[in-house]
Antibody, heavy 117, light 113 residues
Framework: EVQVVESGGGLVQPGGSLRLSCAASGFTFSTHWMNWVRQSPGKGLEWVANINQDGSEQYYVDSVKGRFTISRDNAKNSLYLQMNSLRAEDTAVYYC??????????WGQGTLVTVSS | DVVMTQSPLSLPVTLGQPASISCRSSQSLVYSDGNTYLNWYQQRPGQSPRRLIYKVSNRDSGVPDRFSGSGSGTDFTLKISRVEAEDVGVYYCIQGTHWLPYTFGQGTKLEIK
């Protein structure tokens, strides 16, 4: 079964850091772009970042540039999102999603990040 | 950024009746390779989004054939021929043609009347 499973969410204070992980299975991880997408009650769905197959290209939404870093380890079939200088508006469920020319599928179950003092 | 506008935002439907959701983009979604990267996703209550339709009209494996996608350029539609109880949820269109950044419709909440 093709699946991705996120972990690493939690409660963090404003200005803090958190590292999300996504474990992939059931497909050849190294041949796919991978994405992080978040969902918050106030802003709906928002694409956060993606990374190409060998990790040499990364792209970010403007609101996280300079604060978040996407990376991957193809030997471990894993995707990561390092989040620094977190703000209240980063509070959301963060989804990992496999990319293709037809969009994103599958998505994981999500991991909740809450930024609050 | 490309603005995606869905309508309606709320869609009460009687079981067994058809439903239609519109998605309009602020610019053409035809890419230079000739493809149109417009996809539809369903998010059932308490679940993560699931892709239903990719590149306008291609149904994902396991998606019932009562779901269909159509459209071109800037105007797209998701249709459900006969709504079933399991179709309750929020439906999103997402464009990947002008993908920095990818942009989403606001979501259409389908409920049973």
């Amino acid at each position: 079964e093709v699946q991705v499973v996120e972990s690493g969410g939690g409660l963090v204070q404003p200005g803090g850091s958190l590292r999300l992980s996504c474990a992939a299975s059931g497909f050849t991880f190294s041949t796919h772009w991978m994405n992080w997408v978040r969902q918050s009650p106030g802003k709906g769905l928002e694409w956060v970042a993606n990374i190409n197959q060998d990790g040499s290209e990364q792209y970010y939404v403007d609101s996280v540039k300079g604060r978040f870093t996407i990376s991957r380890d193809n030997a471990k079939n894993s995707l990561y999102l390092q989040m620094n200088s977190l703000r209240a508006e980063d509070t959301a469920v963060y989804y990992c999603a496999r990319g293709s020319s037809g969009g994103w599928s599958p998505w994981g179950q999500g991991t909740l990040v809450t930024v609050s003092s | 950024d490309v603005v995606m506008t869905q309508s309606p935002l709320s869609l009460p439907v009687t079981l067994g009746q058809p439903a239609s959701i519109s998605c309009r983009s602020s610019q053409s979604l035809v890419y230079s390779d000739g493809n149109t990267y417009l996809n539809w996703y369903q998010q059932r209550p308490g679940q993560s989004p699931r892709r239903l339709i990719y590149k306008v009209s291609n149904r994902d494996s396991g998606v019932p054939d009562r779901f269909s996608g159509s459209g071109s350029g800037t105007d797209f539609t998701l249709k459900i021929s006969r709504v079933e109880a399991e179709d309750v949820g929020v439906y999103y269109c997402i464009q990947g043609t002008h993908w920095l950044p990818y942009t989403f419709g606001q979501g259409t909440k389908l409920e049973i009347k």
